[in-house]
């Protein structure tokens, strides 16, 4: 019979990890990527019995060189990867197992994500599809900061409508730190851009367009007002990055 490994990427992570290390019983093997933490997190992980290997932090600032590390660590064919704030419902674990014992199972399930703002479920953050169960001989995570890993083979999503497959995010970011993480990602997202040849009105219509798809396509006007904040800081992040690719094109041709 198949088994599965689930992997957890950890750094510092004791906030939630007592209850992602309990939402993965039943699984053949959890194992801990650590990145050398500073807290409790590896005593947390050892003393539920969990699987500790170490990828040093080195100078790394994204976890991206650390999740290709875990997968290959796992002992299973089939893997789970999990960050250190969401939860495996048991509806999501006994589904998993039912689908590696097809015959045509893909090589690759994506996984719908329930986010959460304010205390409150977001249907704009609904489905947020994350490509996180694979077979690990065939899977390459590249070292770019929010890629998917890449699956030689075939990939499914699991319907949008089975809720309660979803992963649970228990993130639930306060604004300050969403602003935060808009600076931080977009200075890494400035380079993959950089070939775009965005002016005036990119910086325009790129957050009218994130804010009209976030509040109205994705129907983020059904959470009250932490839907309409977080359409607004979607649309921030948007003009973010579109300002700082302007500020590079604006700066160089200053330096000349």
């Known amino acids: 019979m198949s088994k599965i490994s689930a992997v957890i990427n950890t750094y510092n992570a004791t906030l939630h990890l007592q209850r992602v290390i309990d939402a993965l019983k039943g699984f053949d093997e959890v194992l801990v990527c650590d990145m050398e933490s500073t807290d409790q997190t590896v005593k947390i992980a050892l003393n539920n019995g969990c699987r500790v290997v170490t990828f040093p932090k080195d100078g790394h600032t994204i976890v991206e060189p650390a999740r290709e590390f875990a997968i290959h660590e796992a002992q299973h064919e089939w893997v789970l990867v999990i960050d250190a704030d969401e939860l495996v419902t048991p509806e999501l674990r006994d589904y998993l197992y039912k689908q590696i014992q097809r015959p045509d199972c893909p090589d690759g ?23 996180r169960f694979f077979r690990r001989d065939v899977t390459h995570w590249p070292p ?24 649970e995010h228990l993130a639930n970011d306060s604004v300050s730190d969403i602003l935060r993480k808009s600076d931080t990602y977009s200075n890494y997202e400035v380079p993959r851009r950089r070939h775009k040849h965005y002016g005036l009105g990119a910086l ?32 921030h992040y948007q003009f973010v990055v579109v300002a700082k690719l302007l500020e590079e094109k604006v700066t160089s041709l200053h330096d000349r």
């Open 109 to 131: 399930i994506a996984i719908p994500r329930r986010n959460y703002f304010m205390g409150r479920f977001l249907h704009s953050a609904y489905p947020d599809y994350v490509l």
């Open 144 to 167: 770019v900061i929010h890629c998917s890993p890449e699956v030689e083979g075939k990939v499914e999503r699991i319907p949008r409508n089975l809720r309660e497959l979803a992963l």
């Open 204 to 235: 325009i219509s790129r957050p009218l367009f994130r804010f009209f798809k976030s509040y109205i396509i994705k129907r983020g006007f059904l959470d009250g007002m932490p839907g309409l904040i977080h359409a607004v800081l979607d649309a």
